[in-house]
């Protein structure tokens, strides 16, 4: 695992924002992600951040002030956060005993969730062939 230093922009609040999104292609950011989604112990804020641990969060602002405008005022923070990365960007899903492990989940995670639920639902379950159809598969032999 590897850890991967990102800076997000929390909002004040999430009134009129959606739950999550996740912008990729804008030239702004050279291809680079851009992710919103809820936060705080409330779920009353929300963070902007990006997968890209050298992109100037100064850069990341002016692409929130043009796809965001009216929500740029609602700033209240820049943050550096912390993400764990998986080598090969695999989310790693195991369990042992009663309890499941979830790591790797990229800091994009949440947009996936509906295919952990079905890995982790076997996994609950007790069908491991199951749970690994679910992995990523392994990449194409060079010819």
């Known amino acids: ?8 922009y929390y909002l004040s609040e999430n ?10 292609g804008l030239k702004e950011t ?10 705080g112990e ?8 990006n997968e890209c641990e050298d992109l100037d969060p100064h850069l990341q602002l002016r692409v929130m002030q043009q796809i965001m405008p009216s929500k740029v005022e609602r700033v209240t923070h820049v943050m550096p956060c912390f993400y ?5 960007d695999e ?3 195991e369990k042992h005993g009663s309890t499941i492990y ?3 989940c990229n800091g994009r995670g949440f947009k996936h969730m509906t295919y952990h639920g079905k890995r982790i639902y076997h996994l609950i379950t007790g069908n491991q062939a199951e749970a690994d159809k679910y992995k990523k ?3 194409l032999a060079k010819l």
């Open 1 to 8: 695992m590897r850890k991967q230093t990102i800076h997000c």
């Open 15 to 24: 009134r009129d924002l959606p739950n999550a999104f996740l912008l990729e």
């Open 30 to 39: 050279d291809g680079v992600m851009v992710f919103g989604t809820v936060d």
């Open 42 to 49: 409330d779920f009353t804020k929300y963070k902007v951040g």
């Open 84 to 88: 764990s990365m998986s080598h090969d």
């Open 91 to 93: 989310f790693i899903f």
């Open 102 to 104: 979830g790591f790797g």
């Open 137 to 139: 598969p392994a990449p």
